[in-house]
């Protein structure tokens, strides 16, 4: 049994806390495709601030945006898969989150719409993909509808904790058919069952790799998914306790090095004696 195919979160995983690459990341990425195996991203970000990392880090393998909702093929620059919205969602969501004046990012699979005041659109442009690279390429609305609707993949609520909490409950309580995931600052919103997890089964079977010779790596609330469907699940150091309780290897912080820390254990065989199949 090996490792084919390696799945990486990128906030709080490739990058560290301080939003730069983990220490030896760039490197141990590099080694590990060398070898041969397949390297992607799975991240909670839209394309624009994800495409970047990709052209960083010289991958070829799809990779997979917004929370699970699009798989991108690199070679092809096409959109492998991808989840939509309908109208009625989408002015759900709206609704929901006017009512409760959330900031809304409406997602497709190419680009990021931006429903926001003004002070939080001017934050918004400080934002950087990653340490000292801004984020240039967000579009403002000030109506929903001059998004195109019928395109919109994700979307996602900014606002106090204690809203967001009430929102993510109520959003998963509805009967709309959607998914709602409560991050450290946002809610995630998409089709119900569209998450990381299904994202990476339906990349693997895109590439005919079992779903046991996948590993994948993360820290956040929307990796848990994904950490229970693959073969080899790692958490970082500084993941919550409910990722670490989904994975099988809990790895040193993405501050002290802990994604190269696990492509070096896994290229020297020290994961084998835990590779077993779920």
């Keep these: 049994m090996r490792i084919q195919l390696v799945v990486t979160d990128i906030d ?51 990779y997979i945006v917004s929370g699970g909702a699009a798989i991108h093929d690199v070679d092809k620059r096409n959109v492998v898969k991808q989840h939509l919205l309908n109208y009625d969602q989408i002015a759900f969501v709206v609704e929901l989150g006017i009512a409760n004046a959330c900031e809304i990012f409406l997602q497709t699979a190419l680009d990021i719409f931006v429903l926001a005041s003004d002070d939080f659109w001017h934050e918004v442009n ?30 996602d609520y900014f606002q106090t904790p204690e809203i967001l909490a009430r929102l993510n409950q109520k959003i998963n309580e509805s009967n709309m058919g959607l998914e709602a995931v409560m991050m450290r600052r946002n809610v995630e919103i998409s ?52 990722v670490k309780l989904a994975a099988r290897v ?29």
Excluded at 252 to 275: C, K, Q, R, V, Y
């Design 250 to 278: 809990v790895a040193p912080s993405s501050d002290a090095g802990g994604l190269a820390w696990t492509l070096h254990n896994l290229m020297s065989g020290n994961f084998e004696h835990i590779l077993t199949v779920r």
């Design 191 to 242: 089709q119900a069952g569209v998450n990381k997890g299904s994202a990476v089964e339906t990349l693997a079977e895109h590439l005919n790799i079992p779903m046991k010779h996948v590993m994948a790596l993360g820290d956040g609330s929307n990796d848990v998914a994904m950490l229970r469907k693959v073969g080899l699940p790692v958490a970082m150091q500084n993941a919550s306790p409910a």
């Design 126 to 155: 400080t934002w950087e993909w990653m340490k000292g690279f801004p984020i240039d390429s967000f579009q403002r609305i000030f109506n929903w509808q001059d998004a195109p609707i019928e395109q919109v993949i994700r979307m």
């Design 12 to 62: 709080g995983t490739f990058l560290d806390s301080q939003n730069a690459p983990s220490h030896g990341a760039v490197e141990a990425i590099k080694a590990i495709q060398q070898l041969g195996v397949h390297f992607t991203l799975c991240t909670g970000r839209g394309d624009p601030s994800t495409r970047p990392f990709i052209q960083l880090l010289n991958i070829n393998t799809p």
